[in-house]
């Protein structure tokens, strides 16, 4: 029996140590790799060639500038609509604002259009004074007690007696223009009043330092607080 137990080793020895055995691993190693390469293919995604929606798309990379928004990055037809606002501008004209009319386009003559003796800053003769002296403002013949009317919107600014210049009434017509009535006697005007172009402020009178003249009303107009010309200023023709 020992003899049996030495063959059969000896057996298995010249197995491991012969050809047999390296045979056998090179079959086994082809085996081990076969089994790898079919569970990295079943690994793999599935890809159907008859389906459109696996082909591959084309990624547009992002611009890295501003573009217009009306100008395409890529050749992809562009199907938004676009829509304009229009907006309609209204302009309401100021309904408090006064215009730039000029003054004279807003007096009438206080009396008649008759001339006595015209505005003047160069000396005339005075009949009654018998001197030589700048005449400031404009006579215009009237009877006594016939009506004086305002020359212009204003307020009535003074309402007074004067030893040279008798009963004087003063209105502000405003942008710096004050007219002065010389020789009238007012109609219950007070300081502050507010009168009307063509309202009647009073009744002509006397004016002492003219008094050999006919009877007229003596205005003088002031603008900026200088003498100027009546009748220019008014802007009417005159006889």
Not at 7 to 24: I, P, Q
Not at 117 to 130: I, L, R
Not at 151 to 157: E, F, K, Q, R
Request: aromatic fraction near 6%; glycine fraction near 8%; include cysteine.
């Amino acid at each position: 029996m020992g003899q049996m137990n030495f063959d059969k080793k000896s057996g298995w020895k010249k197995f491991f140590t012969g050809k047999g055995f390296y045979l056998a691993l090179a079959v086994c190693l082809v085996a081990v790799c076969g089994v790898a390469v079919a569970t990295f293919m079943e690994a793999l995604p599935q890809s159907n060639p008859g389906n459109s929606q696996d082909s591959p798309t084309t990624v547009v990379p992002a611009p890295t500038t501003a573009q217009a928004v009306d100008k395409p990055v890529t050749n992809v037809p562009d199907d938004r609509t676009t829509t304009v606002s229009t907006t309609t501008s209204t302009t309401v004209a100021p309904t408090d604002v006064p215009t730039d009319t000029k003054p004279a386009d807003l007096f009438v003559f206080p009396l008649s259009n008759e001339v006595l003796v015209p505005f003047s800053q160069e000396p005339v003769f005075s009949q009654t004074m018998q001197d030589w002296r700048a005449h400031n403002g404009t006579d215009f013949k009237g009877e006594i007690g016939q009506d004086v009317k305002a020359a212009a919107d204003g307020t009535i600014t003074k309402v007074e007696k004067d030893a040279l210049w008798g009963e004087i009434i003063e209105i502000d017509h405003g942008l710096n223009i004050t007219s002065r009535y010389c020789g009238v006697t007012a109609k219950g005007l007070t300081v502050g009043q507010k009168v009307k172009v063509g309202e009647v402020i009073g009744m002509l009178s006397q004016v002492p330092s003219e008094i050999v003249e006919e009877p007229h009303l003596h205005l003088e107009i002031l603008a900026e607080g200088k003498y100027v010309d009546p009748v220019e200023t008014i802007g009417l023709e005159v006889k």
